[in-house]
């Protein structure tokens, strides 16, 4: 898959992963591109550790969940660590 490829299926894979997840989010079409690249990233690693498979067909359903899954656990990731620096630095 090539690097057009990869930013197409990393921009509706983090659109995707952003309208199921609720919760803080890095903003913007580079946040939501960011997210979605690294979590087919993430995604396509542990596909491939689990035996699955890596992402190799832009048209395969099993790449598309692959990086939307990897996208939702990057969010919550970010969720988590971001609502935990939230509420330490609150207003006094």
Known sequence: MGIVGWLILGLVAGLIAKALHRGPEPGGLLGTLAVGIGGAV?????????GIGALSSFFN?????????GALLVLVIYSTLAGGRSRMSGPA
Not at 42 to 50: D, E
Not at 61 to 69: C, E, H, P, V
Request: charged share 0%; proline share 0%.
């Open 42 to 50: 993430v995604g396509g690693l542990i596909a491939s550790l689990l």
């Open 61 to 69: 359903l099993g790449t598309w969940l692959i990086a939307i899954g």
